[in-house]
């Protein structure tokens, strides 16, 4: 028999890749204290993290002849390239949960899910709820987009009307015009949006190649030895757009500011350099109280951080929510 891959288990659920920290199996999860802590956090929002709505419609109008990538907020973004607009994880709901629950939003997303552009190819990293938010889905207005999504997570697109569904394992590429190409790669991760399917579907990121350059968006992830290979063989990546935020669950966990599922600023750009990255963006933060870091902190550290990992401060990228720019402003 063939046979399988090191993250494929024999009972059909996947693990991360050989070498990825283990979680502690001592650690017990505790919504209360989550709770006292949480509100003990400065809820205040610097100003200027938010663009007002009017500047960006504004500027997706003045932008829609260019290539480009917006943030929407936490990890949904719009990149344009050529004759495709891509969007990524997107969540418009007002909560990362089922129904109503779940930790609500701070921030508003930049635009409406009725306000968005014609996307023609849907990328989905994982099915957390604050990256799988089946209200967007169903709601989504463009279904006849192509979709690509981890292992076992068609079913859900399958049963909302989508037609172009495509199931994706790590390394799988899918060329999607001659000019772009997006390959499925490796994170350090888990999958669960119930009590009883724990890492029963894939997580992952996608490496969008577009005439001969390359942006890695990221799934949530923790660092990892799979990085360096993933740079040896796919780097340089001239753009890594990874998350930043949702890494401090002390006193729960026994050590701050680190979580094995998440980066902090510095493990992010550290998988920056890796990936032989020329620069990277951080996203997953300023949307949803999902840990217990301040809210404004992350982009503070990576900024402050980035020459300690060899990247010119100007190169580690913080977008304000709703910010627009040129693809050709930021890869060179």
């Not at 891959?5 to 209360?32: A, I």
């Not at 982009?299 to 010119?312: L, Q």
Request: charged share 25%.
């Amino acid at each position: 028999m063939e046979k399988k891959p090191y993250h494929h288990l024999s009972d059909g659920t996947f693990r991360n890749p050989e070498g990825s920290p283990k979680r502690d199996p001592n650690v017990k999860w505790s919504y209360k204290i989550f709770n006292q802590e949480k509100k003990k956090l400065d809820m205040t929002i610097s100003e200027g993290h938010v663009l007002e709505k009017n500047i960006v419609l504004k500027n997706l109008e003045k932008y829609k002849d260019n290539d480009y990538i917006a943030w929407i907020g936490h990890a949904t973004f719009i990149i344009k390239l050529g004759d495709t607009t891509i969007i990524t994880d997107p969540v418009f709901s007002k909560n990362a949960g089922p129904l109503i629950f779940g930790p609500k939003r701070f921030t508003e997303p930049a635009l409406k899910l009725s306000e968005i552009p014609n996307i023609d190819l849907f990328l989905l990293t994982h099915n957390h709820y604050d990256h799988q938010d089946m209200m967007t889905i169903r709601r989504f207005p463009f279904k006849n987009s192509k979709v690509l999504v981890p292992l076992k997570l068609s079913k859900y697109f399958k049963t909302n009307g989508y037609r172009d569904i495509n199931e994706m394992d790590w390394y799988d590429e899918i060329n999607i015009n001659k000019n772009l190409k997006v390959t499925f790669l490796p994170a350090v991760h888990w999958s669960k949006r119930s009590l009883t399917d724990t890492n029963k579907t894939l997580w992952g990121s996608f490496l969008i190649e577009y005439n001969g350059k390359k942006i890695l968006f990221a799934c949530d992830t923790g660092y990892g030895n799979i990085y360096k290979d993933l740079g040896n063989k796919y780097g340089p990546i001239d753009l890594t757009i990874i998350n930043i935020g949702a890494y401090n669950f002390y006193p729960i966990m026994p050590y701050k500011d680190k979580s094995i599922y998440h980066t902090n600023p510095e493990e992010a750009l550290k998988i920056g350099r890796d990936l032989k990255s020329k620069k990277v963006l951080g996203m997953h933060w300023g949307t949803f109280v999902l840990s217990l870091e301040p809210i404004m902190e992350p982009p503070i550290r990576f900024k402050d951080n980035a020459e300690n990992y060899g990247f010119n401060k100007e190169d580690a990228l913080i977008f304000k929510i709703g910010q627009i720019s040129k693809i050709s402003d930021i890869i060179n």
